[in-house]
């Protein structure tokens, strides 16, 4: 018979030739006569150690990594297809302490199965949510997900139950899910996985979305940046529609739900729920006054849900095991898990699904045992370019909403930027002020001329020029951002530039954390 | 047939398939901009009046989004990450190199044509920054030497 290797497609793992370490490994094994069954995997997350090839034993998977290309052979000679010992060799996949210490829900097949088998799907515990869904009542579904206390892993946090609930309420002749899967947040990556290593969970996520609420319709916009999660979730689409799981009286019963990808193009802002409406509806990326809410008047002016990729994705497990079960994962107000990510100068950068309240030292530490560059971490940024900057005093603090807010930070979307004693904080504050006047939709004028500005103002700190007339000047402008900014584009960069300030005062030229007041 | 003669059937083609479709613009702007490597300033009248939607609001989605092009990119385009967790491992320093390697700068081609340089922000490759992309091939931690050998891989 056969025996199964596993290397990942997911692009991470391509990204560092996992293509390549495929190729040689089916070439190696025809030359030999050996059949082997290779799957193209989504990866495991675990990124210091991709090109990642599993074997499939008696016992488990067995990993050998980071692979390369003039490995393979050697894998082949001291007989890796049996498990037997090679220098690359890890053991069984599983007991890797970086993953064995996680609590995968949301994650819980991606590296396990093969991505677009809707039969691997299946067999792993797949549309068991939908089938409950099935067989409750629309309000019913609403209440698990209301009783999960799962809140929107976008970053904003907000319950997802009680955003479900306003739409099921709203009387419409079409109702709309949209997925946000316009992850432009640098650090962040968990959905990329999810939609390259098990599409049809979110393709699961959403149908019982729209079931609940009586939406017909859903799209996932999807950031053009992401043509390996393009074609994984098409493939997965295509493929759910034609076993009935998508389309007219799924799986027997009288609902309905299409769904659909649309690209966006490289506009940052669309991630902002308003914006991506209207892109969706082919239209500039302005952001929208609120109110009216989506969830009253979205997309073509009609009840929308729209979530994100990782709020949508935890769905069928909570259907699946109900409410209870995940809410007693996490802790305080933040129930359930987190797929937080770790990258930038990291030394062990990956995924790590965890419930929350972890603090970010034993993440950082932990599980990422340090900077890459061995030198001493000085600074994360947590949440993405509009997220705070914390300082090694703040490490302690628990990955928790709430924490975060109290210190003036935010979890966001759960990625964590880790930079070592060489970075210039100045320089990382004007690079914010920079990225916001790039992304920009223009339509309000703190974020429209305020970031432009801002750049200014931190080109002349950095230069040194009048910093007791320069600093109050950048935190008025901040205080302006802040308050006046339609969307959180404008309204949170002044998180990295006031905490970068705040924290680091030095890298501003200025004495101490007296002057920076 | 013309060149112009055969633009104008692809544009024919795509509009006709997808003008139906809710919110049929940036649909129709991708596939165009798929067959043709960018969207032709002369197009802009004809996607315009199928949509029953004036010039302005064509040319104004076009221009909102950083990957429309309305000009013909180098035989192969390179989007280099700019974004913080890049910077984290030494993306400037990578960025001046290949800004030097390119004699270009961002949003520019080569004079020969064969590449443009395009900053992006966020491959979702954080987890192996520095990255790029060359065309629909990604690359992860990045340097001078490995990017110089992806040069001279896809033949430069």
């Known amino acids: ?517 | 047939m013309t060149e112009t003669a055969s633009m104008q059937t692809t544009l024919q083609d795509i509009t006709t398939r997808l003008k139906d479709k809710p919110g049929a613009l940036l649909p129709i702007l991708h596939e165009i901009q798929n067959a043709l490597g960018y969207i032709p300033k002369d197009s802009i009248t004809f996607i315009a009046s199928e949509l029953n939607l004036s010039r302005a609001e064509v040319h104004g989605v076009i221009s909102f989004y950083h990957y429309f092009r309305e000009s013909a990119p180098g035989h192969h385009t390179i989007h280099l990450c700019r974004a913080e967790s890049c910077q984290a491992m030494g993306s400037k320093k990578l960025e001046a190199h290949v800004k030097n390697r390119l004699g270009i700068d961002f949003h520019e081609t080569t004079p020969d044509g064969k590449f443009s340089l395009e900053p992006v922000y966020c491959l979702g490759l954080c987890s192996c920054s520095p990255a790029m992309q060359i065309d629909s091939e990604v690359f992860g931690r990045v340097s001078a030497e490995t990017f110089d050998r992806s040069l001279v891989e896809i033949g430069a």
Not at chain 1, 206 to 211: C, D, H, L, N, V
Not at chain 1, 235 to 240: E, P, R, S, V
Not at chain 1, 394 to 408: C, G, M, N, R, V
């Open chain 1, 1 to 517: 018979m056969a025996i199964t290797v596993y290397i990942s497609c997911d692009s991470g793992a391509l990204a560092l030739g996992a293509e390549r370490i495929a190729q040689a490994v089916s070439r190696e094994a025809h030359q030999r006569g050996i059949d082997i069954r290779l799957i193209r995997n989504g990866s495991r997350g675990l990124f210091w150690l991709e090109p990642l090839v599993e074997v499939q034993t008696d016992q488990s998977r067995i990993a050998y990594g980071p692979v390369q290309g003039h490995d393979v052979s050697g894998l082949f000679d001291s007989g890796f297809l049996n498990g037997s010992p090679h220098p690359l060799f890890l053991g069984l996949t599983e007991e890797l302490p970086f993953f064995k210490k996680q609590q995968r829900l949301t994650f819980a097949r991606v590296g396990l199965t093969d991505p677009v088998s809707l039969e691997d799907y299946l067999a792993h515990d797949g549309y068991r949510g939908l089938h409950n869904a099935l067989t409750i009542s629309g309000a019913d579904i609403v209440r698990q997900v209301t009783d999960s206390g799962l809140r929107g892993r976008g970053g904003a946090a907000f319950p997802t139950g009680i955003k479900w609930n306003t739409v099921l309420n709203a009387e419409a002749d079409q109702k709309y899910i949209i997925c946000n899967a316009d992850e432009g947040d640098s650090g962040t990556f968990s959905d990329r996985m999810v939609m390259e290593g098990d599409p049809f969970v979110l393709i699961e996520g959403m149908t019982i979305a729209g079931i609940a609420v009586g939406a017909t319709q859903g799209y996932i916009y999807l950031r053009v940046e992401y043509p390996h999660a393009h074609k994984a979730l098409d493939t997965a689409i295509a493929k759910a529609y034609a076993a009935g799981y998508l389309g007219q009286n799924i799986l027997g019963s009288d609902k309905t739900f299409d769904l659909e990808v649309r690209l966006g193009a490289g506009a940052y802002v669309c991630g902002e729920e308003t914006s991506l409406m209207e892109s969706l509806e082919g239209k500039r990326g302005l952001v929208r006054f609120k109110p009216p809410l989506p969830a009253i008047s979205g997309l073509f002016g009609k009840p929308t849900i729209v979530n994100n990729v990782i709020s949508l994705a935890s769905v069928p497990i909570i259907l699946d095991k109900g409410g209870e079960y995940y809410r007693d994962f996490g802790m305080g107000r933040s129930r359930g898990t987190l797929p937080v990510q770790l990258a930038g100068n990291i030394k062990y950068p990956g995924l790590v699904e965890l419930a929350f309240g972890l603090t970010l030292r034993e993440l950082l530490y932990d599980f990422g045992g340090g900077s890459a560059s061995g030198r001493p971490i000085k600074a994360v940024q947590v949440g993405g370019p509009l997220g705070a900057y914390l300082p090694e005093s703040q490490f302690d603090t628990p990955l928790d909403y709430e924490a975060f807010a109290a210190i003036w930070a935010v979890v966001g979307h759960g990625g964590i930027v880790v930079f070592d004693d060489t970075v210039d904080m100045a320089e990382m504050a004007r690079y914010s002020m920079e990225f916001c006047a790039i992304e920009s939709c223009g339509k309000c004028t703190p974020c429209r001329i305020g970031s432009t500005r801002g750049m200014e103002v931190l080109d002349d700190i950095i230069k040194g020029r009048e910093l007791n007339k320069n600093i109050p000047l950048l935190r008025d402008l901040c205080d302006t951002l802040l308050n006046g900014s339609l969307c959180a584009l404008g309204g949170m960069t002044p998180y990295p530039v006031l905490s970068a300030l705040n924290h680091f005062p030095l890298d501003f030229g200025l004495t101490d954390q007296a002057d920076a007041a």
